[in-house]
């Protein structure tokens, strides 16, 4: 990308929940004269609402915030329409994660574990077009031991084996009548699920909260 012969500048906002990421990312970024730090935010709604969004370049936004989730501000940029190239960053390792934010319209998923020091050649990536996503093949086999684990787990969070059936598929993308449909349960009863399971667990009832949990006890 270039402007009258010289490389044009890339306007970034940078969206995530824990300020010495946004500082680190900054820093990382600054030493590329290319990449200008518009914007940072550390709540979904705030960066909604933002007047800054429609002349980013480049969005990187992290899944788990307050206010409104990645997940919820990926899908309301992609109704606007808007010309950014979205980065997701995060720690969850999950290709049904990954793949839903894609069709939400995000551009690439970077792993925060990874070594970010390719983030800024990750964003000329997407610049060009191309998408950024990792290889989920080498994901190891599930633990012999799950069973006992999880017996374990059911009685620690007073969960069902069907909640954790239902918390599995909303993980994986899918909605109460698909959930309905292929565990042969009724709407309601998937919904009444739904609730308990945000009950029991106490957690805000979206679906990176329940992301977050349900990848810290290895139900991914």
């Known amino acids: ?3 009258n012969g010289t490389e044009s500048t890339i306007r970034v906002i940078i ?6 990421i946004i500082k680190g990312i900054t820093e990382l970024l600054e030493k590329n004269h290319r990449f200008v730090i518009t914007k940072t935010f550390t709540n979904g709604n705030a960066l909604l609402q933002s007047t800054a969004v429609p002349d980013a370049d480049v969005l990187l936004l992290d899944l788990n915030m ?3 989730d990645g ?6 940029i992609k109704s606007m329409k808007l010309k950014a190239k979205i980065l997701v960053l995060t720690s969850y390792f999950s290709k049904e ?5 894609q069709a939400a319209g995000a551009n690439g998923y970077i792993l925060k574990s990874d070594n970010l020091d390719r983030l800024a050649d990750n ?10 996503f990792p290889d989920f093949s080498m994901k190891t086999e599930e633990d012999p031991n799950e069973f ?47 609730r308990n399971i945000f009950r029991k667990l106490n957690i805000e009832g979206n679906t990176i909260a329940l992301y ?4 810290a006890h290895g139900l991914l």
């Open 71 to 76: 997940l919820q501000v990926l899908e309301e």
């Open 148 to 194: 006992t684990y999880m017996d374990e787990f059911l009685k620690k969070y007073n969960l069902t084996k069907r909640e954790t059936e239902v918390i599995q598929m909303v993980c994986k993308g899918y909605n109460s009548k698909e959930i309905a449909d292929q565990l042969y349960l009724s709407s309601f009863t998937v919904q009444t699920h739904r």
């Open 212 to 215: 977050k949990f349900a990848s």
């Open 123 to 132: 964003i000329l990536e997407v610049m060009e077009g191309k998408g950024v």
């Open 15 to 20: 969206a995530d929940d824990h300020p010495l």
């Open 1 to 3: 990308m270039t402007q």
């Open 97 to 101: 994660l990954a793949e839903q934010c």
């Open 66 to 68: 307050p206010g409104k």
